[in-house]
Nanobody
């Protein structure tokens, strides 16, 4: 069983920065792919960024150049640094994980709200 605990959301102005944190509990962190998803009101959940166990990253086009995903394998933690925030980044952000051998995400955090006002 894996548990994920997110923190770091909040209400900010456009152009500000936030850093989201997700702590991983229960299994060998380095064997898991970590991702951040988000879901805005009335919209489908979308993948924001992914980091593999080896540190390779993927960023959605909508956040490329503004958001950075990173992980600390010693601390069982993944981060999402969000810079130059825009109102369209407003959403609930979810941390999710899957084992490196899995095809679908197995575990999800409860989400943290990010609200960006203009």
């Amino acid at each position: 069983q894996v548990l994920l605990g997110e923190s770091g959301g909040g209400s900010v102005q456009a152009g500000d920065s936030l850093r989201l944190t997700c702590v991983f509990y229960g299994r060998t962190f380095s064997s898991y792919v970590m991702s951040w998803f988000r879901q805005a009101p009335g919209k489908e959940r979308e993948l924001v960024a992914t980091i593999t166990s080896g540190g390779s990253t993927y960023d959605a086009d909508s956040v490329k150049g503004r958001f950075t995903i990173s992980r600390d394998n010693a601390g069982n933690t993944v981060y999402l640094q969000m810079n130059s925030l825009k109102p369209e980044d407003t959403a609930v952000y979810y941390c999710a994980t899957k084992h490196i051998s899995a095809s679908t995400y197995e575990y999800w955090g409860e989400g943290t709200q990010v609200t960006v006002s203009s």
